[in-house]
Nanobody, 121 residues
Framework: VQLQAYGGGLVQAGGSLRLSCAASGRTFRRYVMGWFRQAPGKEREFVTA????????YYADSVKGRFTISRDNAKNTVYLQMNSLKPEDTAVYYC???????????????WGQGTQVTVSS
């Protein structure tokens, strides 16, 4: 599966953005989808993931209550709604596809190219 993330941009602290990740192929609904992020000088970290049906989700503590992941299998797209953004959310955000609802980077087999999110204070 090929993934393309988009929707990043520059936003003030407290603002919102919605990222999208479009997937190619008819097998999208078989995959767990995740979002990761990488800030300058830091390692890539898990943000959130959603099961193939959308019935289960998991969030990093740092984004819980502010970010919401969802998916539309008919559109082969996964979304990340980000509210109450903070400067520390600034990073390149990546979507990824795997087969287990886990946080480990190595567990995801396919990656999008990333989209930059910058939160100004």
């Amino acid at each position: 599966v090929q993934l393309q993330a988009y929707g990043g941009g520059l936003v003030q602290a407290g603002g919102s953005l919605r990222l999208s990740c479009a997937a190619s192929g008819r097998t999208f609904r078989r995959y767990v989808m995740g979002w990761f992020r990488q800030a300058p000088g830091k390692e890539r970290e898990f943000v959130t993931a959603i099961s193939w049906s959308g019935g289960s989700t998991y969030y990093a503590d740092s984004v819980k209550g502010r970010f919401t992941i969802s998916r539309d299998n008919a559109k082969n797209t996964v979304y990340l709604q980000m509210n109450s953004l903070k400067p520390e959310d600034t990073a390149v955000y990546y979507c990824a596809a795997g087969f287990a609802l886990v946080t480990g980077i190595s567990e995801y087999d396919y990656w999008g190219q990333g989209t930059q999110v910058t939160v100004s204070s």
